[in-house]
């Protein structure tokens, strides 16, 4: 119904399914840890952000929030391989439980350079959820997710902040952007 939308070639996750599943999402982890757990869930910026937001709403415990800006991609489609930590985290990890938020695990590399990273600071646990997980597309193998929203196809998304070219990360479901955008 708007120019913005019309970028966009299919939905292939709706806001309602998106919703459901980070409930059921919220649930499994809620499940694994205990309550006395002090857990730092650390948003991977910026696209993990609006998954960031409605996850921790889902978990019933008590989380702190940090965040972490990593970048790969730039304004491409296809990551770079350089990935480059602009902002670290803030908080000391030693002793504690780390939860990493994604919203998309594709080749692998950036959550495989913030894990090898995070580390050497000696988190008692690290665990990953990923709203979505290209699996054939993983150039590091060894990486995987904990928790996974969604298993999609090797199709360009945007939207529910995943972006293209910093565009369309406040679409609120996922979808593939028309070929003519990019290519
Ligand atoms: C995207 C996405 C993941 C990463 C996945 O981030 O949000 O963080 O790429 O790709 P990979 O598995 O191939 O490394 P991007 O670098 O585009 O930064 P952004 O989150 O700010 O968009
Ligand atoms: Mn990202
Ligand atoms: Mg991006």
Known sequence: NNVFTNDIKEVIINEEEIK?????????????????DDIVMLCILRGAILFMADLAREIDLPVVFD??????????????????????????????????????????????????????RNPKSIKVVTLLDKPERRVKKEIDADFN???????????????FA???????????LKEKLYI
């Open 20 to 36: 459901q599943r980070i409930e059921e999402l919220g649930k499994e982890i809620t499940n694994i840890y205990n309550d006395d």
């Open 149 to 163: 929203g969604f298993e999609i196809p090797d199709e360009f998304v945007v939207g529910y902040g995943l972006d």
């Open 67 to 120: 965040f972490m800006d990593v970048s790969s991609y730039g304004a491409s489609t296809e990551s770079s391989g350089v990935v480059r930590i602009i902002k670290d985290m803030e908080e000391n990890i030693e002793g504690r439980h780390l939860l990493i938020v994604e919203d998309i695990i594709d080749t692998g590399r950036t959550l495989k350079h913030v894990i090898d990273m995070l580390q050497t």
């Open 166 to 176: 910093e565009k369309y990360r406040n679409l609120s479901f996922i979808g593939v």
